[in-house]
C-alpha cells in the first residue's frame, strides 16, 4: 500500500535551506519516493489550516517512508530543515 509524507512548510532561512533542496531528491529516490506536490503554495479551502508551502512525497510501501526517515545519511539534511524552516510532518497510508 502506498504511503504519504505530507510537509507543511515556513522558510526562516532561505540561503540555509538550499542545502536540503538540493540534496535531498537523491535520498527520497535512494528510497523509491517521488514527489507529487514540491515546495508549492497551497490554497487554503477549509478552515484555520494556512501552510505557506507544501510537498507531498509518495513511497510505494510505508516501510520505504520510514527507512527513509530514519537513514542515518539523511539526519544530517533533517537538522538542516529544522534548522532552516517551521515545518510540520505526517505520515499517511493510501487507500488500498
Known amino acids: 500500500m502506498k504511503a504519504y509524507l505530507v510537509l507543511d512548510l515556513s522558510v526562516n532561512d532561505f540561503a540555509g535551506f ?4 538540493a540534496e535531498i531528491p537523491a535520498f ?3 528510497h523509491s519516493g517521488k514527489y507529487i506536490v514540491q515546495g508549492v503554495q497551497p490554497t487554503a479551502i477549509e478552515g484555520d489550516w494556512k501552510p505557506e508551502r507544501m510537498v507531498i512525497i509518495e513511497f510505494p510501501e510505508r516501510e520505504n517512508a520510514e527507512a527513509f526517515l530514519s537513514d542515518p ?3 544530517d539534511l533533517f537538522r538542516v530543515r529544522h534548522a532552516t524552516t517551521t515545518s510540520k ?3 499517511a497510508d493510501g487507500c488500498t
Do not use: F, G, N, P
Open 18 to 21: 538550499r542545502k536540503y533542496i
Open 28 to 30: 527520497i529516490a535512494k
Open 73 to 75: 545519511e539523511t539526519q
Open 89 to 91: 510532518l505526517v505520515l
